[in-house]
């Protein structure tokens, strides 16, 4: 090796050096967290001081930018948007679902009908009977008055309309959910089929609430309105309360068809009571993970398995940056690790990203408000300590000495 590229290695690894001992720059964000005017309140940076600031202040900053709740100031009891409630209980049916007819003493019009693409059942010498949107009630008393009207019966027969089996639904989510699209929902793969409730009567299914539809499309968001979710079906517009998800009573939930569109509104805020596991939030939290400062020769001696990048929604950063073990180790080397989670705004879209030293954030009593809820798709990365990053350097140092002449 030459003079001049001996020099330059030299240079280089001195520079390592350098940098391994310095600080991090801080990272820059285009959203106002610094001032606490990030998604979460807990985004903001934590004061060096923390005995000069009052403690456990998030949740009242988050609360504070929440518009009001759209559905009235009731806690989920079914008061708002219960005529809605009512207009849509009970089981409707929807295009391609199957329904048993019988009608008492006659086998013309027995047997099992489809229901139409345009929404209706099809019976021989009948009018089509609109059926899609409707109960089975509904429909028996329909036919009935059909059959009544084209004179084959000349007072009211015994009928019985019975679902046989459930198809799926094709609905769109939109508004305040993680994953807005049109989504399908309710249909049962060969593979868990029950032949027994296959030939019996009486089908149900809940696959097709509407909870299943906010979860197909990712759950309610942190800033959701589930005091006034808007179903449009067939040109109505009806508004649903649903915060008796959360408060463990009287659980608003409609059986979906094929064409809804579901909206959940916003209240332009984070709330921290949202982010718990339910029967409309997210079934848990997928990250991007990294704890490698040196590449490793997999996943598993790194402990980034499945387990780690899927965790329960309502898991925090610092629970994270514990389950890929970038806590803990030998003091000496270990007590001065950083970690960055890389979040993204599901409102404005915009990124941020947050550093957090780990021993600093364990330690301090205000820890809570400045320890993120974790949002599904982000990205946790962890960084050794000044001292670890030193080593290497000089690790490296060591090894350019072994090869040079």
């Known amino acids: 090796?030459?003079?001049?590229?001996?020099?330059?290695?030299?240079?280089?690894?001195?520079?390592?050096?350098?940098?391994?001992?310095?600080?991090?720059?801080?990272?820059?964000?285009?959203?106002?967290?610094?001032?606490?005017?990030?998604?979460?309140?807990?985004?903001?940076?934590?004061?060096?001081?923390?005995?000069?600031?009052?403690?456990?202040?998030?949740?009242?900053?988050?609360?504070?930018?929440?518009?009001?709740?759209?559905?009235?100031?009731?806690?989920?009891?079914?008061?708002?948007?219960?005529?809605?409630?009512?207009?849509?209980?009970?089981?409707?049916?929807?295009?391609?679902?199957?329904?048993?007819?019988?009608?008492?003493?006659?086998?013309?019009?027995?047997?099992?009908?489809?229901?139409?693409?345009?929404?209706?059942?099809?019976?021989?010498f009948l009018p089509p009977i609109r059926a899609e949107g409707r109960t089975t009630g509904q429909i028996e008393a329909d036919l009935i008055s059909a059959l009544l009207k084209d004179e084959f019966y000349d007072e009211a027969p015994r009928v019985s309309v019975r679902v046989a089996d459930f198809a799926g639904v094709s609905v769109a989510v939109s508004g305040a959910v993680f994953e807005p699209r049109a989504t399908e929902i309710g249909r049962v793969s060969g593979d868990d089929l029950d032949i027994a409730r296959q030939t019996a009567l009486g089908a149900s299914t809940e696959g097709r609430n509407l909870s299943a539809a906010i979860r197909?499309?990712?759950?309610?968001?942190?800033?959701?309105?589930?005091?006034?979710?808007?179903?449009?079906?067939?040109?109505?517009?009806?508004?649903?309360?649903?915060?008796?998800?959360?408060?463990?009573?009287?659980?608003?939930?409609?059986?979906?068809?094929?064409g809804d569109e579901v909206v959940v509104p916003s209240r332009q805020c984070f709330q921290e009571d949202l982010m718990r596991p339910s029967p409309i939030s997210p079934p848990g939290v997928s990250m991007f993970l990294s704890n490698l400062t040196v590449p490793a020769t997999g996943n598993a001696p790194?402990?980034?398995?499945?387990?780690?990048?899927?965790?329960?929604?309502?898991?925090?950063?610092?629970?994270?940056?514990?389950?890929?073990?970038?806590?803990?180790?030998?003091?000496?080397?270990?007590?001065?690790?950083?970690?960055?989670?890389?979040?993204?705004?599901?409102?404005?879209?915009?990124?941020?990203?947050?550093?957090?030293?780990?021993?600093?954030?364990?330690?301090?009593?205000?820890?809570d408000d400045y320890d993120p809820f974790l949002l599904p798709g982000d990205g946790i990365a962890c960084y050794d300590s000044s001292v670890t990053n030193l080593t290497q350097a000089l690790l490296a140092v060591g090894v350019a000495k072994t090869v040079l002449p």
């Open 1 to 124: 090796m030459s003079s001049a590229s001996r020099k330059t290695l030299s240079l280089c690894l001195g520079l390592v050096v350098v940098a391994g001992c310095g600080p991090a720059p801080s990272p820059r964000n285009l959203g106002p967290i610094d001032a606490g005017g990030g998604y979460q309140a807990q985004y903001r940076d934590p004061p060096l001081n923390f005995a000069e600031t009052p403690m456990l202040q998030s949740e009242r900053l988050n609360a504070a930018r929440c518009k009001p709740f759209a559905g009235g100031a009731g806690g989920g009891d079914g008061k708002a948007g219960g005529l809605a409630h009512h207009a849509l209980r009970g089981e409707r049916l929807s295009r391609n679902d199957l329904v048993d007819i019988r009608v008492a003493d006659d086998v013309t019009f027995v047997g099992n009908y489809v229901v139409s693409r345009d929404g209706t059942l099809k019976l021989p």
């Open 216 to 258: 197909a499309a990712g759950g309610v968001r942190p800033d959701a309105d589930i005091s006034a979710v808007e179903l449009y079906r067939g040109g109505q517009r009806y508004v649903l309360d649903m915060r008796g998800v959360f408060e463990g009573r009287n659980a608003v939930d409609v059986m979906l068809i094929t």
């Open 302 to 367: 790194s402990a980034i398995g499945r387990e780690v990048r899927e965790v329960p929604y309502g898991t925090r950063m610092m629970q994270a940056v514990i389950d890929t073990n970038c806590v803990g180790g030998t003091r000496t080397t270990s007590a001065h690790r950083s970690a960055i989670l890389v979040t993204r705004d599901p409102v404005t879209q915009v990124s941020t990203v947050i550093e957090r030293s780990i021993e600093n954030q364990l330690r301090r009593p205000d820890r």
